[in-house]
């Protein structure tokens, strides 16, 4: 806004405006933005570190099946010199473990195809083929390292290039990785598949999306989340197309996203994520001297511990303290006030008014919040600030199907992303 434009305010407005300057910056406390924004803050009430007072000690597990053991007795008495038999029975009066990581080299398997003279006409007899004549020379396991470090260390080409020849011994030019990491993501598409099916058979579904880069333009990274699946989506829009085509004609019973446009309408009914609003309250709690933003944030307090106990409570007492939480919101959107932040809050609040509180419709099946999508976007995140994106949108997608099929292994008990690679591109 330049001088002319600042002399043509009227004093109200210039008053306004002088307030909203000196307004504090929202943090990832106040707003979505990420914790690694508030780090100066977090450097200058920064507290010593080390364990605090009172902290209970943990030391390593030992193994359970160790590859060697070796026991180490003594030879003579301490007291009398006599000497100790080496058929004396001895107690173990403590375990150290040694460990270390064996040399890893590739194991190179050559097939070489004979031609043999027969004795008898003379014909030279040529072996067919061998198998590995006809694939790939790496083998499932490189290319499983491969994707690996590329889709969950977010390594670029060169540092992946490095870590192959200066770790394993093996040399690999970038287009051979490249080569082979499209020849891995392809092996994903049948996994992906079967998720997407549990999906579109769900009775409760979450969403988020991010932006990412894709070849060079804002694109988009989406995430759906049900029971029994996860399922990650490239795409260049954030428009509603992408829910549209990701189900395919299938209505759940309750959708869970933000407030976003393109994240409404697409179930019967819709959970609003508490936490995304919890955060503009609490900007405009710090803001403004309204006493509104209290009252809404008292009101959040309330609703996350019906959230956090809903599915220990009687349908009845549901029920009550959700009728008590829906008159108490009436009666705070109800109230005057001259607060522009406190009336912006009505307003959203207002407009989400019949989504706020249906996990209480539906006790222990939905989350107040939608942290479990956010959370299986953070990876993306990461990727997109390390590398600034990707450079093909085969990427993006090869990418997404990889996260899909290990993201949906993690909802069951112990898994583990490399095996679940290695798993997948060895069958």
Request: glycine share 6%.
């Amino acid at each position: 806004m330049g001088r002319s434009e600042l002399e043509r305010l009227s004093k109200e407005e210039l008053i306004e405006l002088v307030l909203r300057l000196q307004r504090p910056q929202k943090t990832s406390r106040t707003s979505s933005k990420p914790p690694s924004t508030d780090r100066k803050q977090q450097r200058e009430r920064s507290k010593p570190g080390g364990a605090k007072p009172g902290h209970d000690g943990h030391s390593r597990i030992l193994s359970a099946t160790p590859d060697e053991v070796v026991e180490h007795r003594p030879d003579r008495c301490s007291c009398c010199s006599a000497v100790l038999m080496a058929n004396l029975p001895g107690e173990t009066i403590s375990i150290h473990e040694q460990i270390e990581l064996p040399a890893v080299a590739p194991r190179v398997t050559q097939h070489r195809r004979l031609a043999v003279h027969c004795p008898s006409c003379g014909t030279q007899v040529v072996a067919p083929a061998p198998e590995a004549a006809k694939r790939t020379p790496f083998g499932p396991r490189i290319h499983a390292v491969a994707t690996y470090l590329k889709t969950f260390q977010t390594l670029s080409y060169e540092r992946l290039q490095s870590i192959f020849k200066d770790l394993f011994g093996l040399t690999v030019s970038q287009g051979g990785l490249m080569t082979m990491l499209r020849r891995a993501q392809g092996t994903f598409v049948a996994a992906r598949d079967k998720a997407v099916a549990a999906l579109r058979q769900a009775k409760v579904i979450a969403c988020d999306e991010t932006g990412v880069r894709i070849e060079g333009s804002n694109a988009y990274h989406w995430v759906f989340r049900c029971s029994e699946a996860v399922v990650h989506r490239a795409s260049q829009t954030r428009g509603a197309i992408v829910v549209r085509t990701m189900m395919d004609g299938h209505r759940p019973a309750v959708w869970c996203s933000d407030r976003y446009s393109a994240q409404q309408g697409h179930a019967d009914a819709h959970q609003t994520c508490l936490a995304h609003l919890a955060r503009d309250v609490a900007y405009a709690n710090e803001v403004s001297e309204d006493v509104l933003p209290s009252r809404l944030q008292l009101w959040l307090h309330r609703a996350f511990a019906l959230a956090e106990d809903v599915a220990t409570l009687a349908a009845s007492s549901i029920a009550r303290k959700r009728r008590a939480l829906e008159r108490s919101l009436d009666a705070i959107l109800a109230a005057p006030t001259s607060c522009d932040l406190a009336r912006d809050l009505q307003g959203k609040v207002r407009r989400a008014r019949h989504q706020l509180l249906t996990f209480a419709h539906w006790p222990g099946m939905i989350d107040a919040t939608n942290n479990a999508c956010e959370r299986a976007l953070r990876p993306a995140v990461i990727q997109r600030k390390v590398t600034n994106g990707y450079r093909a949108m085969w990427a993006a997608k090869g990418e997404a199907d990889i996260r899909t099929v290990v993201d949906t292994a993690r909802l069951g008990p112990e898994t583990n992303a490399f095996k679940t690679i290695l798993q997948t591109v060895s069958a």
